[in-house]
C-alpha cells in the first residue's frame, strides 16, 4: 500500500537558517503530494501541495517539488523564523483514495 | 478560510464510559467529514469517513461497534467511543470536506484519555 516516510524531529534551528525537512513516499500511480503543517493548539493546515511529476508547490517562503525518479517531496525554507515552529506533515492522496500521512517532524525555531 | 472546530479540545474519562467527541463546520456545509487517530510520534490514520445523512464507511481494523460515527447535519458529525479503555487514548481529529471545495479542512483535535 500507499506509505510516506519522514524525518524523525526534533529539528531545532537557529532563525534564518536554512530548513530542509526530507519526505519520501511509495505509492502506486501518480498520488498528488502535500505539507501540512500544526501550529500548537491548532489544526492542521494545508501549506503547499504538487499534482504532478516537477511541480513545485510553495507558500510562505516554503518549497517542495515533486520527485518522481526519487519519489521524494522535500520540504525547504531558506531562512526559518521563531513563528514557523510547529509540526509538518507530509502526505500523499491517490486519485479517488483517501490521504496517508507521515508521521510529522517537529520544527523548533530558536530566536 | 474555511474552519473546522472540535469540542472538547480534551477529555479524562473513566474506564467503561463513553465519551462524545463532536466536529463542527463553522463556516461551509461539510458533504463528507473524516475522522483520524494519532498516537503519539505517529502518523494520522484514517478511522472512518462519514457523509451526511449516511452511514460511515469504516477503515479496515475500526471497530464500529465501539466507534460510533453519526453525520446528522451538514455541519455536525459526532464520534463516540464507547466503553473507552486505557488503549483507546489517543488524539482524535476530524476533517470535513465541502463548500465546493476539493480540499480537506481540519480540527485541531481532541485529546482522550482513559483512566
Known amino acids: 500500500g500507499n506509505s510516506v516516510t519522514q524525518m524523525e524531529g526534533p529539528v531545532t534551528l537557529s532563525e534564518e537558517a536554512f530548513l530542509t525537512i526530507n519526505c519520501t513516499y511509495t505509492a502506486t500511480g501518480y498520488p498528488s503530494l502535500f505539507w501540512y503543517v500544526q501550529y500548537p493548539g491548532e489544526g492542521l493546515q494545508l501549506l503547499l501541495k504538487?499534482?504532478?511529476?516537477?511541480d513545485k508547490g510553495s507558500n510562505k517562503g516554503f518549497e517542495a517539488t515533486y520527485r518522481k525518479e526519487t519519489t521524494s517531496f522535500h520540504l525547504e525554507k531558506g531562512s526559518v523564523q521563531v513563528s514557523d515552529s510547529a509540526v509538518y506533515f507530509c502526505?500523499?492522496?491517490?486519485?479517488?483514495?483517501?490521504?496517508?500521512f507521515g508521521p510529522g517532524t517537529r520544527l523548533s525555531v530558536l530566536p | 478560510g474555511a474552519v473546522v472546530s472540535q469540542h472538547p479540545s480534551w477529555v479524562i474519562c473513566k474506564s467503561g464510559t463513553s465519551v462524545k467527541i463532536e466536529c463542527r463546520s463553522l463556516?461551509?456545509?461539510?458533504?463528507?467529514m473524516f475522522w483520524y487517530r494519532q498516537f503519539p510520534k505517529q502518523s494520522l490514520m484514517l478511522m472512518a469517513t462519514?457523509?451526511?445523512?449516511?452511514?460511515?464507511?469504516?477503515e479496515q481494523g475500526v471497530e464500529k461497534d465501539k466507534f460510533l460515527i453519526n453525520h446528522a447535519s451538514l455541519t455536525l458529525s459526532t464520534l463516540t467511543v464507547t466503553s473507552a479503555h486505557p488503549e483507546d487514548s489517543s488524539f482524535y481529529i476530524c476533517?470535513?470536506?465541502?463548500?465546493?471545495?476539493?480540499?480537506?479542512?481540519f480540527g485541531p483535535g481532541t485529546r482522550l484519555t482513559v483512566l
Open positions: 504538487a499534482t504532478k511529476a516537477d
Open positions: 476533517s470535513a470536506k465541502g463548500g465546493g471545495w476539493n480540499e480537506q479542512f
Open positions: 463556516d461551509f456545509q461539510a458533504t463528507t
Open positions: 462519514s457523509n451526511e445523512g449516511s452511514k460511515a464507511t469504516y
Open positions: 502526505a500523499l492522496r491517490g486519485y479517488g483514495q483517501n490521504f496517508v
